[in-house]
């Protein structure tokens, strides 16, 4: 079985200051990491992901995130926040290598930025 | 680009009715997965279909079920709808390729039971 813990329900920034969102996960085998971001009444949308290979990855507006096995964490990080990045961040986890195999999110971190 | 089509996107129904959702992948996906959102929580998965077979299943209720027609579309299906299935539905679509296929999210339908 897989988990994902979220650090921080809400996380405050300054616009341009560094944002960090912490991700924490369990897996019994090497695990797929992602995250999404979720706007007001949107779906979901892929930021960045983890599946082999390099553990930094770069995604999409400016978001990257490291892998790190020997923390099992996956701590999702923007040198400079913008007004437009305020949303609901959300961790996930698959575990399996089965291709239908459904993600585990975390609870979820808000972030706000303050202008 | 074509995206993930889910239908209807609100409804609204009476305790103990039924509700049928839709969900219509991107073109040439074959894989199909439901999440279900409560207000302020995070997504759970609920099932999954791969070439019209189920593939994975998570907390899905006895109340639900879903399956996967021959155009890939995918419909669930909720009876006796209690108050705490209000909740925001997902539907994903991803071709399945091979160990990871990334999974591309449907707008979701809110479902509201009064």
């Known amino acids: 079985a897989q988990s994902v813990t979220q650090l921080g329900s809400h996380v405050s920034v300054s616009e341009g200051a560094l944002v960090l969102l912490r991700c924490n996960y369990s897996?019994?085998?090497?695990?797929?990491l992602f995250w999404y971001v979720q706007y007001p009444n949107q779906g979901l949308q892929l930021l960045l992901k983890y599946t082999t290979g390099a553990t930094l990855v770069k995604g999409i507006n400016g978001f990257e995130a490291e892998f790190k096995k020997s923390e099992t964490s996956f701590h999702l990080t923007k040198p400079s926040a913008h007004m437009s990045d305020a949303a609901e961040y959300f961790c996930?986890?698959?575990?399996?290598?089965?291709?239908?195999?459904?993600?585990?999110f975390g609870k979820g971190t808000h972030l706000i930025i303050q202008p | 680009a074509a995206g993930v089509i889910q239908s209807p996107r609100h409804l609204i129904k009476e305790k103990r009715e039924t509700a049928t959702l839709k969900c219509y992948p991107i073109p040439r996906h074959d894989t199909v997965y439901w999440y279900q959102q409560g207000p302020g929580q995070d997504p759970q998965f609920l099932i999954s279909f791969y070439e019209k077979m189920q593939s994975d299943k998570g907390s899905i209720p006895d109340r639900f079920s879903a399956q996967q027609f021959s155009d890939y579309h995918s419909e669930l299906n909720m009876s006796s709808l209690e108050l705490g299935d209000s909740a925001l539905y997902f539907c994903?679509?991803?071709?399945?390729?091979?160990?990871?296929?990334?999974?591309?999210f449907g707008p979701g339908t809110r479902l509201t039971v009064l």
């Open positions: 994903a679509s991803s071709l399945n390729e091979g160990a990871y296929n990334e999974q591309f």
């Open positions: 897996s019994s085998v090497p695990p797929y």
């Open positions: 996930a986890v698959s575990s399996h290598r089965g291709g239908a195999d459904g993600l585990t």
